[in-house]
């Protein structure tokens, strides 16, 4: 008989909650924001590698955490709500789309988000710091911190027993002792692990093209790259994963994850294989 892991760790990170909010750290917060502070010195390292000093560096940084954080939060709640939660619920109650806590965050909604954040950021550089630089590069230089963020936030999913796989026999299958969605307990495939080594492979891929300027200067290129691997890979292992969306029969083929990642492959298949001049910045 396979001795399969169980997995039932405390969701609250520390044993007290936050002052005034009376709301306990949990977990997949604390990892949802090392994820981004990560992301930021990632991002601090790239704009320095290209000949920027700190301080400067550091100040076009925090602008990348405000916005990508605004367009990541807002994107990915917003995503949840259209695509996976029952219309009825949100129309009904409309203020509870802004109850994050609550969870329901949506990685495709992200993307779209912060894919509209890079827009306002583009202008902010070009009129703030004088940096002459278009829309595509400074998603270059995004897509690299924005996979190393998704591999901390997976892990957080795993804590929180939500996003789970399907039941398997395989020997690495993990019972969950208390999913966050109340589904049964028998051995299910940590597709949250699958999809944070995942997510952790390809940022180290990245950050080795960034290293390559032949590659790296040609403009989106890596972000085309980006695309194609991540949600190409998303739904591959959409595959193993429970259909989390209200919206979709128990019998259709594909799930919503799989739907919504095929534009985004076909938007990084397009950054590949377009013509691009060298940039930098």
């Known amino acids: 008989m396979i001795g399969y892991l169980t997995w039932d760790p405390p969701r609250e990170l520390l044993p007290w909650n936050i002052p005034f909010l009376d709301r306990p750290i949990l977990w997949y917060g604390f990892l949802f924001?090392?994820?981004f502070f990560l992301g930021y010195l990632v991002f601090c390292y790239l704009l320095h590698r290209e000949g920027i000093s700190y301080k400067k560096a550091n100040?076009?940084?925090?602008?990348f955490l405000l916005y990508i954080g605004l367009g990541a939060i807002i994107g990915a709640r917003l995503g949840d709500v259209f695509f996976y939660q029952n219309p009825h619920q949100w129309l009904a109650e409309p203020l509870e789309i802004l109850y994050i806590w609550q969870g329901g965050l949506s990685s495709h909604g992200a993307a779209v988000g912060i894919l509209i954040a890079l827009i306002f950021l583009t202008r902010r550089l070009?009129?703030?710091?004088?940096?002459s630089i278009s829309f595509l590069k400074v998603l270059d230089y995004t897509v690299i911190p924005v996979a190393l963020a998704g591999a901390c936030i997976r892990i957080g999913n795993f804590i929180n027993q939500e996003i789970l796989g399907r039941p398997t026999e395989l020997p690495?299958?993990?019972?969950?002792?208390?999913p966050a969605d109340g589904s049964l307990i028998t051995p299910r495939h940590p597709v949250q692990l699958y999809e944070s080594a995942g997510y952790l492979v390809l940022f180290f891929l990245l950050l080795w093209l960034f290293k390559n300027k032949e590659f790296f200067l040609r403009t989106g290129k890596i972000?085309?790259?980006f695309l194609v691997l991540l949600f190409g890979f998303r739904f591959f292992v959409e595959v193993f994963k429970?259909?989390?969306s209200m919206l979709l029969a128990p019998?259709?083929?594909?799930?919503?994850?799989q739907l919504l990642s095929i534009p985004l492959v076909l938007l990084g298949s397009y950054l590949l294989a377009r013509k691009t001049e060298r940039e930098r910045l």
């Open 126 to 131: 070009k009129r703030r710091f004088k940096v």
């Open 33 to 35: 924001a090392l994820g």
């Open 251 to 257: 019998d259709f083929p594909f799930t919503m994850g």
């Open 172 to 178: 690495w299958g993990i019972i969950f002792l208390h």
């Open 59 to 63: 100040e076009i940084a925090e602008q």
């Open 242 to 244: 429970e259909e989390q």
């Open 223 to 225: 972000s085309g790259l």
